[in-house]
């Protein structure tokens, strides 16, 4: 079965300069997550969408933002990097919220991020 | 690699009565165990994490879990269910040698009046 796909899975970037994750979800899931998990963390829940729609907000800095497309991937647009965005980015999808049917989330593999 | 399995899809338990979502593991080194709740269209909430000392770890909203080594497993626990604890669970572990995180495909928990 078709899963959670990111690119690319690892990323080198100077500070300062920018940087865009891309998430495809699974095949009619029209709801995305972003989580950043930085070295000896726990998973931080970043931001949502769904059809195309912010949905939720989490801990995203400012310098970040992120949105939806009408194929229903999603891309994480990081500027003027910082040292401490070094982490690993998870996306998960999901189809739909509760009332619409299912809402399990799948995660993707993960966007290794350094920040040099 | 490191893994987790969560073996059953659906748990249904009627209030006020006990609840286990189970959670098993796979990892090469030491694990460091979690469990993150879903409510409908939210991100993960953290709730409860295992690194070492006691096996009986406590978390948020009552929630606790019993780290198992012997059979590698990490099942969370409530002694009394709400009706506001429907929601989707993950359980997820780190392996502590190489830090990658990989989550279970979650568990709904249905608590019914």
């Known amino acids: 079965a078709a899963g959670v796909i990111q690119s690319p899975r690892h990323l080198i970037k100077e500070k300062r300069e920018t940087a865009t994750l891309k998430c495809y979800p699974i095949?009619?899931?029209?709801?995305v997550y972003w989580y950043q998990q930085g070295p000896g963390q726990d998973p931080q829940f970043l931001i949502s969408f769904y059809e195309k729609m912010q949905s939720d907000k989490g801990s995203i800095p400012d310098r970040f933002s992120a949105q939806q497309f009408s194929d229903y991937h999603s891309e994480l647009n990081m500027s003027s990097l910082e040292l401490g965005d070094s982490a690993l980015y998870f996306c998960?999808?999901?189809?739909?919220?509760?009332?619409?049917?299912?809402?399990?989330?799948?995660f993707g593999p993960g966007t290794r991020l350094t920040v040099t | 690699a490191q893994s987790v399995a969560q073996p059953e899809d659906q748990v249904n338990v009627a209030e006020g009565n006990p609840l286990t979502v189970k959670c098993t593991y796979s990892?090469?080194?030491?694990?460091?165990l979690f469990w993150y709740v879903q409510y409908p269209n939210r991100g993960l909430q953290f709730l409860l994490k295992?690194?070492?000392?006691?096996?009986l770890v406590k978390g948020s909203y009552g929630f606790e879990a019993e780290f198992n080594k012997s059979q590698t497993s990490f099942h969370l626990k409530k002694p009394s269910a709400l009706v506001s604890d429907s929601a989707l669970y993950f359980c997820a572990v780190r392996d502590m040698d190489n830090n990658d995180m990989r989550f279970g495909a979650g568990t709904r928990l249905t608590v019914k009046p």
């Open positions: 998960a999808s999901s189809l739909g919220p509760m009332g619409r049917g299912t809402y399990e989330q799948y």
């Open positions: 295992y690194i070492t000392g006691d096996n």
């Open positions: 990892v090469s080194g030491n694990p460091y």
């Open positions: 095949p009619r899931h029209d709801t």
